[in-house]
């Protein structure tokens, strides 16, 4: 997974899987061979826990910009200002987004566009869980990736300059814990969609 790292500063497009365990390790790894220098980034469910963490480590790597984007508007809100207040002002925007909302989805990509004239890295981090309520679950881990990963190959190829996309699995999508399929389900397909999408590119 590091080596194929070094090899997306090259690419026009591409798309990385990162199993979420391995983020710091794998951030630590992209600094010595991508500059985020200038760059922007856009990370859904950034309010909190790994979103947050994710955001923090970019700013601390000296990102010029993140778009967080959240479903939950207070927290996303406080998180922003947060940030900003650790790592100077305006370094991060904040949209109440819900990503399996198209519409929605779309809006934020293109707000976001607007104010930093550029994308970088998108960052589909948004996940649930909750078996209970699987078609929701389905509905942000599932639908919100994929949308979030069309949108970021639509805008970031638009910018002529490429990107790199990272969406969020998990280890339970390569070894299921049995007791919850659903999610677990979930994790899988964001693996297989990443194989295939980057080898289509
Ligand atoms: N925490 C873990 O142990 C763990 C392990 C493996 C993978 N992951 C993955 O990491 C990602 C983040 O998990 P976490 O533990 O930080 O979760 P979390 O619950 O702490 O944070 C998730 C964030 O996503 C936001 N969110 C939820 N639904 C959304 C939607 N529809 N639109 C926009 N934002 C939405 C929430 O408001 C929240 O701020 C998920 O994809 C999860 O599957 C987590």
Not at 92 to 113: D, H, K, L
Not at 164 to 175: E, H, Q, Y
């Amino acid at each position: 997974m590091f080596t194929d790292l070094t090899t997306f500063t090259e690419m026009n497009i591409s798309v990385l899987l990162l199993i979420t365990l391995l983020i710091t390790t794998c951030f630590t790894d992209v600094n010595m061979s991508f500059d985020f220098n200038g760059k922007i980034a856009l990370v859904t469910g950034g309010a909190r826990g790994n979103g947050y963490a994710i955001i923090s480590e970019l700013l601390q790597k000296g990102i010029r910009g993140v778009t967080m984007i959240d479903v939950d508007a207070e927290r996303g809100q406080q998180a922003a200002h947060e940030l900003n207040n650790m790592y100077g002002y305006s370094k991060v925007i904040f949209i109440p987004v819900n990503v399996s909302q198209a519409t929605q989805f779309e809006y934020a990509f293109r707000v976001s566009m607007w104010h930093w004239n550029g994308l970088d890295i998108v960052i589909n981090n948004a996940g649930v869980t909750g078996e209970n309520n699987w078609i929701s679950m389905v509905n942000v881990n599932i639908i919100g990736t994929v949308q979030g990963t069309y949108l970021g190959l639509q805008y970031m190829s638009k910018s002529g300059r490429g990107g790199v996309i990272i969406n969020l699995s998990s280890t339970l999508g390569v070894d299921p814990d049995y007791y919850q399929p659903v999610y677990d389900a979930s994790k899988s397909f964001i693996l297989s969609l990443g194989r295939s999408i980057s080898d289509e590119l």
